[in-house]
């Protein structure tokens, strides 16, 4: 009998690194099959089910028993929504054609990607930053360029880290992120429009992720759209509309870039899923319900940062939106990989390891989801309080 044949791994897919927060979460699945409790903590979903207006329409385009493909950049009146959305929350016209319905935020990063940069294009991102953000590029053979986040600028971009960045070595592109993820923290309506006034200074096309707008506490958010009319946002109905599985998100593109993301979407996925658009058209009557489950974060955000700082996590990111804690734990330990494993096996509590965000510094940070319950929260404090008395 013959070996069987070991398939080559291709360069690209060596270069992609593990995605941290689902491998403690697979850690914390397997405790739980055998018997053990969890708090989870280490993954950036709400705990909330999807709006039952959206759940509602699902379940009645499903019962006329066809589930089509629909065209490639979307449903229209679904792409016709966003843009209304767009007019309603910030005040700006978007035309419905500039709109790209997509599988996900992760395929909207993908398709832009692949649009706007050729192979060895570097790529400025912030670090710490989602990691996958570094991962799709490096995939893609492109390169990320980190661009090191400080406490005096509140862990977000400055213009002046961008000009630096490209000074240095020319950059092809830049990404921004507000509210962050890990950090929380929300980039002020002013530096945001000092670093859109920068990169097109520069000529280099800016990508805005903005999947956490809608989760604020207490201060403002903007679109880059705003002061970069030729922006490529995405955004993504799996965080503040608490639709994560149903994989659905958007783009808003300059329009010379809208054939060319059609082109790539009818080849790489021919459309988002049918019941997943109709399921997103609702969601935009649900603001009430879904503004409670924002609340309820709130309600879990005050928790922890009340009780964790008497823990050993007092040095903490901004956390300004989102739904997560960055937490220095410097003065606990140099290694968050170790840490975390020993969190989840000796505490019951599962978290995310910084570098999974931030490969320089992220080896004594630890990220602390607060999308769960208010009783999740309570008990990871009740919890850790004991771990670590």
Known sequence: ???????????????????????????????????????????????????????????????????????????????????????????LRVPPERV????????????????????????????PGYPAYRSLLAALDLAPVGLPLRAEDRFAPTAASLRAAHAEQALSGLLVMSPA??????????????????????????????????LSYGVPTQTALAYEPDAIVVNSFSKYYCMTGW???????????VRPVERLAQNLYISAPYLSQVAALAAFDATDELDAVRDGYARNRAILLDALPGLGFGRTHPADGAFYLYADVADLTNDSVGFCRRMLDEAGVAATPGLDFDAAEGAHHVRFSFAGSEEDCREAVRRLRAWRS
């Open 181 to 214: 993820n890990p950090s929380g923290t929300v980039i002020s309506p002013e530096r945001l429009a000092e670093i859109c006034a920068a990169a097109r200074r520069l000529r280099l096309p800016l990508i805005s992720d903005e999947i956490y707008h809608g």
């Open 247 to 257: 994989r659905i998100g958007w783009m808003v593109l300059p329009e010379a870039l």
């Open 100 to 127: 790209v319905v997509t599988t996900g935020s992760s395929a909207g990063f993908i398709l832009a990607f692949l649009a706007l940069f050729d192979a060895g294009a570097r790529v400025g991102v912030p670090q």
């Open 1 to 91: 009998m013959t070996e069987p044949l070991a398939p080559a791994i291709s360069r690209r897919a060596a270069a992609v690194a593990p995605f941290l927060a689902m491998d403690v979460m697979a850690a914390a699945a397997r405790r739980e099959r055998e018997g053990g409790s969890v708090v989870h903590m280490e993954v950036g979903q709400p705990s909330a089910p999807a709006p039952r207006a959206s759940i509602i329409a699902a379940q009645g385009a499903l019962a006329t028993g066809r589930v089509p493909y629909t065209e490639a950049l979307g449903m229209a009146p679904l792409r016709e929504r966003i843009a209304l959305h767009y007019r309603e929350r910030y005040g």
